[in-house]
């Protein structure tokens, strides 16, 4: 079992959609999370971070993290052509904080 | 601000050779992170170094190696080289590795080996 279950999609939604992008995590020493934007032939950009159960938002991401369920999602409203990309999720625990643990990562299509 | 700068961007290699990729970190930025990223995954994670000692190693091989000079750049090194290390290598900043200083990507070098 990986530590970090991704579902790899493809995602495709219209433009002006609500998007739900969810991970899964095996280890409860995972304390801290993130979700990272990866276009295509570029470097993961960082989008949210949070180490707290409960939401977090940024514009127009929001980042939920359910520690009870070892659950973690990330919402995006009013998607954008521009918002297609492959979504990464991560996590850590604080005595490696070195080492991070990404999914495998969720290709989005928003369809103009 | 520059953001985290690799060299080269591309780079072709045969079986058995040998490879240096290098990184320039974030002004500031004094813990550096490599990940390999095979196509269709998410990155994994190589090394770490913070003030140019290694603080976290990853589950791979010994070919590869690394580490950081005194301006905080560093470079990773894979000796004889598999088809299996084809990947992009991507390297990360933080200012100082903790947790609470979330990591910030290059746009990694593209390593194919033939």
């Known amino acids: 079992q990986k530590e970090v279950e991704q579902d790899p999609g493809p995602l495709s939604v219209p433009e002006g959609a609500i998007v739900s992008l969810n991970c899964t995590y095996s280890n409860s020493a995972f304390q801290y999370f993130m979700w990272y934007r990866q276009y295509s032939r570029k470097g993961p950009e960082l989008l949210m971070y949070?180490?707290?159960?409960g939401n977090k938002e940024d514009g127009r991401f929001t980042a939920q993290v359910d520690k009870s369920s070892k659950y973690i999602s990330l919402f995006i409203r009013d998607s954008q052509p521009s918002d297609s990309a492959t979504y990464l999720c991560?996590?850590?625990?604080?005595?490696?904080?070195?080492?991070?643990?990404f999914g495998s990562g969720t290709r989005l299509s928003i369809r103009p | 601000d520059a953001g985290v700068t690799q060299s080269p961007t591309h780079l072709i290699k045969t079986r058995g050779q040998h490879v240096t990729l290098r990184c320039s970190p974030i002004?500031?930025?004094?813990?550096v992170s490599w990940y390999q990223q095979v196509l269709g995954q998410g990155p994994q994670f190589i090394f770490q170094y913070y003030e140019k000692e290694e603080r976290g190693r990853g589950n791979f091989p010994d070919r590869f190696s690394a580490r950081q000079f005194p301006n905080y750049s560093s470079e990773l090194n894979v000796n004889a080289l598999l088809l299996g290390d084809s990947a992009l290598y991507l390297c990360a900043s933080s200012h100082d590795g903790q947790y609470d200083q979330p990591q910030h990507f290059g746009d990694g070098t593209r390593l194919s080996i033939l």
């Open positions: 949070t180490y707290s159960s």
């Open positions: 991560a996590t850590g625990d604080y005595s490696s904080a070195s080492k991070i643990i």
């Open positions: 002004s500031g930025h004094k813990s």
